[in-house]
């Protein structure tokens, strides 16, 4: 199975998923428990399930990227730096490179 087999296999699942939640679930539940638990599934699902052509390391930084972000962006990304006791920036490329990992 190649990586782009592999991609619409598991979009297909997750899509499986979503459905299934929202069929069995959401009727009782509000819609950010039925995210919750989808986002959670998404990650155990990409986890298992990696791309193999996805590097695991990123490469050395070359390129820089200005972003503008709004106030609400900037906030959730300066507590998730605070948490992790990290910076923006490493921030920022954690949640790249989960996403490689991911395939998404």
């Not at 709004?70 to 490493?90: F, G, V, Y």
Request: net charge negative.
């Amino acid at each position: 199975m190649n990586s782009l087999e592999l991609l619409t296999a598991r979009e297909r699942l997750m899509d499986d998923i979503n459905s299934i939640i929202e069929l069995n679930y959401l009727s009782e539940h509000p819609q950010d428990v039925h995210d919750d638990i989808f986002e959670q599934l998404r990650v155990a699902v990409c986890k298992h399930f990696p791309l193999r052509d996805t590097p695991i390391q990123p490469s050395k930084r070359t390129t820089q990227v200005k972003i503008m972000l709004d106030d609400t962006e900037l906030a959730w990304l300066e507590d998730k730096a605070s948490l992790n006791q990290s910076n923006r920036a490493r921030e920022f490329r954690r949640l790249i490179h989960q996403r490689m990992i991911e395939g998404y």
